[in-house]
């Protein structure tokens, strides 16, 4: 999932984070294919091209066997999910107790566009 974006390529920025507030970010999970935002509750270093964050980052939904097929046609909801990360110097740290795929790797952070 990457986005190209003519005005940050001009500018010569390879943002990772899109802000959403003054102290608010959003980042491209290549882990569970969703957007998460994190916001200055956690120790940030500032830098949108290379961020990093501390301490870990943490998403899940508990189980809900009652979702709809339709709403959860990839079965999120109704197994649950889990996506645990170190966001470090640009890159993301997915630890192994994630339900996806990139469970216990280390990947780029995706690039972002500055809008929508
Ligand atoms: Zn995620």
């Given at each position: 999932?990457?986005?190209?974006?003519?005005?940050?390529?001009?500018?010569?920025?390879?943002?990772?984070?899109?802000?959403?507030?003054?102290?608010?970010?959003?980042?491209?999970?290549?882990?569970?294919?969703?957007?998460?935002?994190?916001?200055?509750?956690?120790?940030?270093?500032?830098?949108?091209?290379h961020p990093t964050f501390s301490p870990s980052y943490l998403a899940w939904n508990d189980p809900n066997p009652n979702a709809?097929?339709?709403?959860?046609?990839?079965?999120?909801?109704?197994?649950?999910?889990?996506?645990?990360?170190?966001?470090?110097?640009?890159?993301?740290?997915?630890?192994?107790?994630?339900?996806?795929?990139?469970?216990?790797?280390?990947?780029?952070?995706?690039?972002?566009?500055?809008?929508?």
């Amino acid at each position: 999932m990457t986005f190209h974006c003519r005005d940050s390529r001009t500018l010569g920025v390879r943002r990772r984070l899109q802000p959403v507030s003054e102290s608010a970010w959003r980042f491209e999970c290549p882990g569970c294919k969703w957007s998460h935002v994190i916001d200055d509750s956690w120790e940030f270093n500032g830098d949108l091209e290379h961020p990093t964050f501390s301490p870990s980052y943490l998403a899940w939904n508990d189980p809900n066997p009652n979702a709809l097929p339709e709403y959860d046609p990839d079965g999120r909801y109704r197994n649950g999910f889990r996506c645990h990360s170190f966001i470090r110097e640009g890159r993301i740290e997915f630890l192994s107790d994630c339900t996806h795929e990139l469970a216990g790797q280390t990947v780029d952070l995706p690039e972002v566009g500055d809008g929508l």
